[in-house]
């Protein structure tokens, strides 16, 4: 998809289709007050009527209107404008791409007069790309070419990126766990470090084996898709400063292992990567944007599945760090491979974490399925991440980590054991199991099993694969 700028008034751009944007208060912006007039009134008049919404992210057509170009208008609601909620300009630009994509369409026009034009632009990049990556009837076709209004090309160089990354995150999740398997899923980084810019690292399964990653590989042996961790360097802020870790789950495929999922639990496990897709993405925007930063990106991959090979429950596995974890349940496997993963970065000399994993689904039962569980052993690091996720729109929501959820992970044989006792509060035993790899590490835990993978479409974007929480990584690692 081409994305360009275009100074051309609305009303005489020339391609199929262009979008404008309506406020539910005060006036028309520039562009659609152009399209007013042009029209002959038809759209305050429209608007007046209740006929054209003005609801944020409610798309409403209009066909060959008088004294326009382009024989489709496409009218967006953009909710209140003195009242602007975060995440309006991607979601509302997404809503109208979304619209436009049902079927093929080669120009296309934006004139949204939004503040912010590099969400916009990421949002309907988003917005077009959808999950029938294997449909001969495709439901969503990206445009030939999408032109904005109004917009800098620096801001179209930024947003490109961002929607890139954020679409290069979803692919990586959509793509069943047939192709996209720890070895596969390592030979995407590297394409993506040489084409962006970053250094790929990876070690395989003999050199986990070296490194004394013994939980990574337990959860890893059960499958004839040997494990992998992969190492993302990008290192262009100022020299000799201690880099900003990001560590992400990279569970290919959650099978369950011995303690076997139910089949419907199991249907969407392909979705157990997404914390791992996320840093990729990440770090693809990172590099684009050329950032002055110094970060680096660990996921760790795995397959969790079942056979001869399988690690078993009652097992005793020893980590990375030296702690020994007894195994009562090999479904609680994304929290052995983030053991071994998150030491990788400790050790590495990074000077705070933030790690992304389709961790529990205690996280869903706490918050529900659009937000994302934080938790951290650092409040001011944790304040960072939340208002990062703020500004960009990305629900998010800070659960506790007192010290007697600590009782419920321990062990009668073993220093830790891998699930807490009963089902209480999943969601931070998990967390706490993971604070025991990080040692003083400022660290924040983002729990994301929730937002990840969508089982129905919204508005503004396909269901499957989200995309969650790249624009809030780059956000963070702007420091606005
Ligand atoms: N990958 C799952 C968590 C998950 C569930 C992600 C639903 C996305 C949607 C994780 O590995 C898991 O199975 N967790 C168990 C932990 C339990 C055995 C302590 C869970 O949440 O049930
Ligand atoms: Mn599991
Ligand atoms: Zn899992």
Redesign the pocket.
């Known amino acids: 998809m081409k994305v360009e700028t275009t100074a051309v008034a609305p009303q005489e751009f020339d391609g199929e289709a262009i979008v404008v944007g309506a406020w539910s208060d005060g006036a028309l912006s520039r562009s659609t007050a152009a399209i007013d007039q042009a029209s002959g009134g038809v759209i305050s008049r429209l608007i007046e009527l209740k006929e054209i919404s003005t609801t944020r992210c409610d798309v409403t057509p209009l066909l060959a209107p008088v004294g326009v170009r382009a024989p489709l208008v496409v009218v967006v609601g953009l909710g209140s404008q003195d009242d602007q909620q975060p995440g309006l300009e991607q979601q509302a630009a997404g809503a109208a791409a979304k619209y436009l994509a049902s079927r093929a369409r080669k120009s296309v026009g934006f004139y949204l007069d939004l503040e912010s034009a590099e969400p916009a632009i990421a949002g309907a990049m988003v917005g077009c790309v959808g999950q029938d990556l294997f449909r001969a009837e495709r439901k969503l076709f990206p445009f030939d070419s999408i032109s904005w209004n109004n917009v800098d090309p620096a801001s179209v160089q930024q947003g490109t990126a961002l929607g890139d990354s954020i679409n290069t995150a979803r692919r990586l999740v959509n793509l069943p766990a047939s192709e996209i398997y720890p070895e596969s899923f390592a030979d995407e980084c590297v394409r993506l470090g040489n084409e962006f810019g970053f250094e790929v690292e990876v070690w395989d399964e003999f050199r986990l084996a070296e490194e004394k990653c013994g939980a990574h590989l337990a959860v890893g042996q059960g499958s004839s898709r040997p494990p992998r961790t992969v190492i993302m360097r990008y290192l262009k802020g100022e020299a000799g400063s201690a880099p900003l870790g990001l560590v992400g789950k990279g569970?290919t495929f959650?099978s369950?292992g011995l303690?076997l999922?139910p089949s419907e639990?199991m249907l969407?496990?392909k979705?157990?990567m997404s914390g791992a897709a996320a840093v990729v993405g990440a770090m693809m925007a990172i590099s684009r944007l050329e950032l002055p930063v110094n970060v680096v990106g660990f996921v760790g991959l795995a397959e969790?599945m079942v056979s001869g090979d399988s690690y078993k429950l009652g097992d005793v596995l020893t980590a990375r760090n030296g702690k020994t974890i007894e195994v009562h349940?090999t479904?609680?496997?994304?929290r052995l491979v983030l053991a071994d993963t998150l030491d990788v970065a400790v050790t590495s000399g990074v000077d705070r974490i933030v790690d992304l994993a389709?961790?529990?689904?205690?996280c869903?039962i706490a918050l529900g399925q659009g937000v994302a569980g934080l938790m951290s052993n650092d409040q001011s690091l944790c304040d960072q991440v939340k208002r990062a996720a703020d500004r960009v729109g990305e629900p998010a929501w800070q659960l506790p980590m007192f010290a007697e959820y600590q009782e419920h992970i321990k062990s009668q044989v073993a220093d830790i054991k891998?699930?807490?006792d009963g089902?209480w509060g999943?969601a931070i035993t998990?967390a706490k199991f993971l604070e025991e790899f990080v040692g003083d590490t400022p660290w924040v835990h983002i729990d994301i099993?929730?937002p990840?993978?969508l089982a129905k479409p919204k508005p503004w974007i396909d269901a499957g694969g989200s995309g969650c929480f790249v624009h809030t990584l780059v956000e963070l690692v702007r420091n606005r």
């Open positions: 569970v959650d369950g303690s999922k639990s969407d496990m979705c157990d969790n349940n479904d609680a496997e994304g389709t961790l529990t689904g205690a869903m891998n699930v807490g089902r999943g998990a099993a929730g990840s993978f």
